[in-house]
């Protein structure tokens, strides 16, 4: 990846278009869509497709001819739009130089909006906004310190708000539907903010359902781990049992470099991808080690009393993970814990398979009374 991406002036590109760098410059016209990522991004030339951006400072000059996406440190948009705008950023800036033919959804700390046009509605979430536009239909915010609007601000539609306190309106400022204002952040009274609310009533509704399907699932994901990595499950029992100190450390050691690589590869461009990819496999090593998890808590129940029953004791280690999920703090704490532990008993296992003990097999006990010889 190039440190400086130039597409000069009266440069065409007839298809997409994707650079990174430290400093990405459009000047040219690109035909499709483009993917732009770097810590300066400018686009001064015409995009006719899409336009997605990562930046850190981005700046979007040009005209774009259908949706922009951006996502960034501080963000400028001073050009038309002819279809939607979604910009999530922490400062965000939409001049009067820009229109937007459809709609736009902003979120971030702060946004000022100036824009001559914003065809089919609004919608912010975030700390503070400066509304100076002429809006189409109707306009959502959130904002949770401060809501301006100005005085060239025109709403056709219904303005519906919530935050900490009430709008600030200049003179000039018209709305033409009804004010609403919510001040606590529940949204009672918007119940069609984005239909959060109905879809949160049907999902209440169907919740039993979807958690006794995703269990069955779960299971069915276990059973096939446990089969593919049966070796793999029993080492880590076995160091889970006869070193659990060292695989304590070994997980919180696990547990926390994840992050901390991850992070310091996120600081550069060019480890951004590292980064996501580190992140990635950390989620997955972390998924895993709740069916070991599982594993452990199920084998030591039942062995001692069962024997050596794999698949049930996978599938009672898993239905008590399931009772700890109900648990408010202390039910997630206890299962965090269980997964460290887990984390360390498998790099354990890895690091030193000498030292694990075959862990002995308690056979089931019979049943009845023994017979008299």
């Known amino acids: 990846m190039a440190a400086n991406e130039l597409l000069k002036s009266g440069d065409v590109i007839d298809s997409d278009f994707i650079r990174a760098g430290d400093t990405v410059q459009i000047d040219g016209e690109i035909k499709g869509d483009a993917f732009l990522a770097g810590g300066i991004v400018t686009v001064n030339g015409q995009i ?14 040009g005209r774009v ?28 800036t939409v001049t009067r130089q820009a229109t937007v033919e459809g709609s736009l959804i902003g979120g971030g700390a702060n946004l000022e909006l100036s ?9 912010f979430f975030g700390n503070r906004l400066y509304l100076n536009s002429e809006i189409n239909s109707e306009a959502f915010v959130v904002a949770d310190r401060e809501f301006l609007l100005g005085p060239q601000a025109s709403i056709s539609g219904n ?32 119940h069609r903010f984005f239909g959060a609310r109905t879809l949160l009533s049907s999902y209440q509704k169907i919740k039993p359902v979807t958690e006794t399907l995703s269990f069955f699932v779960t299971a069915l994901i276990g059973f096939l781990f446990l089969g593919l990595f049966s070796k793999i499950f029993e080492k880590t029992v076995m160091a889970m049992e006869n070193r659990p100190a060292a695989s304590v450390g070994w997980g919180i050691v696990v547990v926390l470099s994840f992050p901390v690589v991850a992070g310091l590869f996120a600081l550069t461009i060019v480890g951004l991808p590292i980064s ?19 594993f452990f808590l199920g084998r ?4 001692p009393k069962f024997g050596e029953r794999r698949g049930w004791a996978l599938l009672l280690g898993l239905f008590l993970i399931q009772l700890l999920n109900l648990v408010p703090m202390v039910g997630f704490l206890i299962k965090v814990a269980l997964v460290v532990f887990a984390c360390g008993a498998a790099v354990l296992a890895y690091k030193q398979p000498t030292i694990i003990k075959q862990a002995t097999i308690i056979p089931p006990r019979p049943r009845g009374r023994p017979r008299k010889s």
Not at 48 to 61: E, M, S, T
Not at 300 to 303: E, G, P, S
């Open 48 to 61: 006719d497709g899409d336009l997605f951006v990562l930046g850190g400072k981005v700046n979007v000059n």
């Open 276 to 294: 996501v990819a580190l992140l990635f496999i950390g989620y997955l090593c972390w998924t895993f080690a709740q069916y070991l998890t599982a």
């Open 159 to 190: 303005l519906k708000y919530t935050g900490n306190q009430e709008a600030i309106v200049q003179p000039g400022a018209t709305v033409a539907g009804n004010i609403a204002y919510q001040k606590e952040t529940t949204m009672e009274n918007f």
């Open 300 to 303: 030591k129940i039942m062995l």
């Open 115 to 123: 824009a001559a046009k914003i065809g089919r509605g609004f919608r």
């Open 65 to 92: 001819g259908n949706n922009v996406r951006v996502l960034g440190g501080d963000v400028s948009l001073n050009s038309p739009v002819g279809r939607n705008v979604l910009i999530l950023c922490g400062n965000c």
